[in-house]
């Protein structure tokens, strides 16, 4: 079925076999024993003309679509009915009951993200990485270059510091915009996430501090990132700053690590 894409919906369809294959393929072996395994259930964002959701419907027996474009939606029931369609934003999903009845613990997310809602939705399974198993997401390069990114670099942001904190985040391969239909203005690249690390294994329900803290001191730091920290995050902290901790440094240079140590401490702090 040919479905003209609507830009108001950001949409542009992968055509690439090679790149689908490479997608479905990295959902299905997952890392670190995150793939969600032929019982599990996966979610797919914004399936469009269905180019991953029909080899993912062929190896996973729980598969559920978020998609608001009803052409798409007529498509995929009538082509995968066996697939479950949920007709609304992903942003706008209870995220509490995507589990509800799976098999095999939390669910995998996957998709090709629309541009214009990239940040949103992966900060969204970023900051709830307690409720999914792992993610495989096709975004911008220049988004997923940030994901990746490591302290003192250009890249380096509010995106890094988040998902390293929270989990592990690997650039898994670029992707040409030629591979589009339309072709965007940007490159691409598909990344794997992975909710928890060494230091946090369940991801949020482990960070020492409250989610909204660390986002706030984060989030005040980088607004002014070339301004040294004791003016940055004068907002936040005043002159009162943990003993020790060198305020000349501005935010690109702290770890990811820091950022939850100056959270905790003002939390502390408010709590006097």
Same mark, same amino acid.
């Given at each position: 079925m040919h479905i003209k894409p609507k830009k108001s919906l950001g949409q542009h369809f992968l055509r690439d076999r090679n790149?689908? +294959?490479?997608?479905? &393929?990295?959902?299905?072996? !997952? /890392? *670190?024993?995150? &793939?969600?395994? #032929?019982e599990g259930r996966v979610i797919e964002i914004g399936p469009g003309t269905g180019a991953l959701t029909g080899p993912l419907s062929g190896i996973f027996s729980d598969l559920h679509?978020?998609?608001?474009?009803? #052409? @798409?939606?007529?498509?995929?029931? %009538?082509?995968?009915?066996?697939?479950?369609?949920?007709?609304? @934003?992903?942003?706008?999903? +209870?995220?509490?009951?995507? $589990?509800? !009845?799976?098999? !095999? !613990?939390?669910?995998?997310?996957?998709?090709?993200?629309?541009?214009? =809602?990239? @940040?949103?939705? =992966?900060? %969204?399974?970023? +900051?709830?990485? +307690?409720?999914?198993?792992?993610?495989?997401?096709?975004?911008?390069?220049?988004? &997923? *270059?940030?994901?990746?990114? %490591?302290? #003192?670099?250009? *890249?380096?942001?509010?995106?890094?510091?988040?998902?390293?904190?929270? $989990?592990?985040?690997? =650039?898994?391969?670029?992707?040409?915009?030629?591979?589009?239909?339309?072709?965007? /203005?940007?490159? @691409? &690249?598909?990344?794997?996430? %992975?909710? $928890?690390?060494?230091r946090f294994p369940r991801s949020v329900q482990d960070l020492p501090v409250r989610l909204e803290t660390f986002k706030s001191v984060v989030r005040t730091a980088f607004q002014q990132r070339r301004k040294k920290l004791s003016n940055a995050l004068k907002s936040l902290f005043g002159s009162d700053f943990p003993e020790g901790f060198d305020t000349g440094r501005r935010a690109e240079e702290l770890d990811p690590d820091e950022f939850v140590r100056l959270a905790e401490w003002l939390e502390m702090k408010r709590e006097r």
């Open positions: 790149v689908i +294959d490479r997608i479905v &393929a990295a959902v299905e072996t !997952g /890392k *670190e024993q995150a &793939a969600p395994g #032929r679509v978020f998609e608001v474009d009803e #052409r @798409s939606v007529a498509f995929i029931a %009538r082509t995968w009915p066996e697939v479950t369609i949920h007709q609304q @934003s992903f942003l706008d999903a +209870d995220l509490a009951t995507l $589990g509800d !009845g799976a098999k !095999g !613990g939390s669910p995998f997310v996957v998709g090709n993200l629309p541009y214009f =809602l990239t @940040s949103p939705i =992966l900060f %969204r399974v970023i +900051d709830h990485g +307690d409720l999914f198993s792992g993610a495989v997401f096709m975004i911008q390069k220049e988004v &997923a *270059e940030r994901l990746v990114a %490591r302290p #003192r670099s250009g *890249e380096y942001g509010i995106l890094s510091v988040q998902a390293q904190v929270l $989990g592990r985040m690997e =650039l898994l391969f670029p992707v040409s915009r030629h591979v589009f239909y339309p072709p965007p /203005k940007v490159e @691409s &690249a598909v990344i794997f996430y %992975r909710p $928890g690390n060494d």
